[in-house]
């Protein structure tokens, strides 16, 4: 198996795809209105699951991580 499928496999096999309105709650703490604009950014991760999008925790904390800014 080739080892990026792996980790890909391992990332998503200790994950938890969650709605819109558990990302606003569980992970930023605020409404899921209030969250619709990070949610929509370029670059935001989500699958789509039938019609619904759905969102990696895993890779919404990576995401933050990713995208913070700091005062200069």
Known sequence: ???EF???LDF????ELLTR??????IFHKAPN????ILLKRGF?????GSR????RHA?????????EYNK
């Open 1 to 3: 198996m080739d080892q």
């Open 6 to 8: 792996k980790q890909l």
């Open 12 to 15: 998503l096999t200790n994950d």
């Open 21 to 26: 309105e558990e990302v606003a709650d569980q």
């Open 34 to 37: 209030t969250v619709d604009k």
């Open 45 to 49: 991760p989500y699958l789509t699951v």
């Open 53 to 56: 999008k759905m969102y990696s």
């Open 60 to 68: 919404v904390v990576k995401w933050i991580a990713d995208n913070l």
